[in-house]
Each structure stands twice: as C-alpha cells, then as structure tokens.
C-alpha cells in the first residue's frame, strides 16, 4: 500500500529557505533520489563537492523539511555518522506563471 504523500509549495525566500535555488542542493536532492541513504562524506565524495558545502546545503534541505537524516553509524572513532534520505514529499516544478489552460494546471487542478 502506498503510503500518503504531502504536496509542499515551495517559494524561495520563505519558510522553505532556498535551498533547491542553489546547484549543489540540486545535485544532493538528485543523489539521494537515485541512493536510498547516505553519509556527509558519501555525498561529498560522489558528488566531489566540499564537505562543508555538503553539510551546509543538507542542513537547509532539512530545514525545508526535503531531506531527513534519520538512520546513523557509529565511526571508529565513536562519533555519530547520520545517514540523510530524501523525505517522503512530492515535489512539482513549474513555471511561475501557468494558464488555465495549461494541462499541468488541469492534472493539478491548483488554483493560479
């Protein structure tokens, strides 16, 4: 049974940060869409993006609720290694602007 799926609007520069306006948010998001978890330095590597940027892009990716970290491992050093997945949400990219007419808008049926 599928489980029920929340529709967030996002609108940068709100509550949602902007976090999906940015390059490397939108390569993590991607990542983890074809990954069912993985590590800061998992991500960093694949992805041969600074660790401190990848950290800083997941904490406003779980700040607009898109990313959860919610698994972890212990390193051999004892620290606490989370493990980040994409959250369960539907998310919709569309012009700003969208007719009536538009079929995007008749599938959606959302209002202008």
Request: aromatic share 6%; glycine share 2%.
């Amino acid at each position: 049974m599928l489980s029920p799926r929340k529709t967030i609007r996002f609108t940068p520069g709100r509550n949602s940060g902007s976090a999906p306006r940015n390059d490397t948010a939108r390569k993590i998001l991607d990542f983890l869409s074809k990954e069912s978890s993985a590590s800061e330095t998992d991500i960093a590597k694949r992805l041969k993006v600074p660790l401190s940027t990848i950290h800083y892009n997941l904490q406003a990716l779980m700040k607009a609720n898109l990313v959860e970290a919610e698994e972890f491992h212990y390193s051999q050093k004892g620290k606490e290694i989370l493990h980040y997945s994409l959250a369960n949400k539907l998310i919709i990219i569309a012009p700003k602007k969208m007719s009536s007419e538009s079929s995007l808008f008749r599938v959606l049926c959302i209002s202008p």
